[in-house]
Nanobody
Framework: QVQLVESGGGLVQAGGSLTLSCAAS????????MAWFRQAPGKEREFVAS???????YYTDSVKGRFTISRDNAENTVYLQMNSLKPEDTAVYYC????????????????WGQGTQVTVSS
C-alpha cells in the first residue's frame, strides 16, 4: 500500500512560480510511474504531467515549457515545478501512482493523494 501526501500549494500572482511536492510512504515508489492531475472548479480532473520509473516525462500541451515534473527516489518524493503560472492553472492538484507504466488515464492510477490547492490571481 502506498500513501501519498501533497504539499506546496498556495496563492500566487500570475507569472509567479510554485513547487509542489508529493511524499510517498508505505513502500518505495522507485518502480512506479508517478503523475500529477488537477481539477478546476466545475471541471473534470485532467492529466498534467507524468514521470516513468526510467525518468521519461510527459506533459499536457497547456503546461509544456512552464511545468517540470521530477522525482527523487532516495526521498521517495515527486515534484512539480510550476513557472509562469496563469489564472487558468488554478485547481486542486493531485499526485498519483501506478505500477509500472505511465498513463494519462486517471482510471489506471492505483494510489492518490488528498490534493493541494493552487490559486493563481490575475
Amino acid at each position: 500500500q502506498v500513501q501519498l501526501v501533497e504539499s506546496g500549494g498556495g496563492l500566487v500572482q500570475a507569472g509567479g512560480s510554485l513547487t509542489l511536492s508529493c511524499a510517498a510512504s508505505g513502500r518505495t515508489v522507485r518502480d512506479y510511474a508517478m503523475a500529477w492531475f488537477r481539477q478546476a472548479p466545475g471541471k473534470e480532473r485532467e492529466f498534467v504531467a507524468s514521470i516513468s520509473f526510467m525518468y521519461a516525462t510527459y506533459y499536457t500541451d497547456s503546461v509544456k515549457g512552464r511545468f517540470t515534473i521530477s522525482r527523487d527516489n532516495a526521498e521517495n518524493t515527486v515534484y512539480l515545478q510550476m513557472n509562469s503560472l496563469k489564472p487558468e492553472d488554478t485547481a486542486v492538484y493531485y499526485c498519483a501512482a501506478k505500477d509500472p507504466w505511465v498513463s494519462r488515464n486517471e482510471a489506471e492510477y492505483d494510489y492518490w493523494g488528498q490534493g493541494t490547492q493552487v490559486t493563481v490571481s490575475s
